[in-house]
């Protein structure tokens, strides 16, 4: 998953300057509802009046609606979402906004608090998409031969690059 960059104490210890060459930032969970709140919030305060936000977001083709699933803004208006399905039960959805309304700083938290229409059960159908295919995956018949026939090759394939 995505990782927010951060550090857990209130003042994060300088790196040294000899360290710096081959230092690599701590990170934190950075969960798909906060990441999408973040896009969507970045692109309308930093986006032209009638600029255009336009992204990708993994869905199931059923229980999924356009209307209550999908973040949304006050400073944006809904254009298109177009599904594309891979499988039977997974794709995408490719979603196209247009701004119509400046964005007021002081309405900050209000915007954020307001991204998912159903809160946390809307963001929940964007995300742990991976998770929720391998609990599927997990039902079907077969599935332990098969993820252990995969594991050896892995296994194998790791082998041969060393």
């Not at 309308?44 to 255009?52: D, E, K, N």
């Not at 039977?88 to 959805?93: K, N, S």
């Not at 938290?109 to 159908?125: H, Q």
């Not at 018949?141 to 892995?154: L, N």
Request: proline share 4%; with cysteine; charged share 35%.
């Amino acid at each position: 998953g995505a990782r927010q960059t951060g550090s857990r104490l209130d003042q994060p210890r300088a790196v040294l300057e000899e360290h710096r060459h081959d230092h690599i930032a701590q990170t934190k969970p950075y969960s798909v509802s906060d990441v999408m709140s973040d896009l969507v919030d970045m692109a309308a305060r930093t986006l032209v009046m009638g600029g255009r936000l336009v992204y990708v977001i993994p869905s199931f083709s059923t229980d999924f609606s356009v209307e209550n699933d999908l973040p949304q803004h006050a400073c944006f208006v809904l254009l298109h979402c177009c599904y594309q399905p891979f499988t039977v039960e997974l794709g995408r959805r490719i979603v196209t906004m247009k701004k119509v309304e400046e964005y007021n700083e002081s309405r900050r938290e209000e915007y954020l608090a307001t991204v998912w229409k159903n809160g946390p059960e809307s963001a929940e159908k964007c995300a742990n998409i991976r998770d929720k295919i391998l609990e599927a995956a997990k039902k079907k018949p077969g599935y332990e031969k098969k993820a252990a026939f995969r594991k050896e090759k892995r296994k194998i394939h790791r082998e041969a690059k060393k």
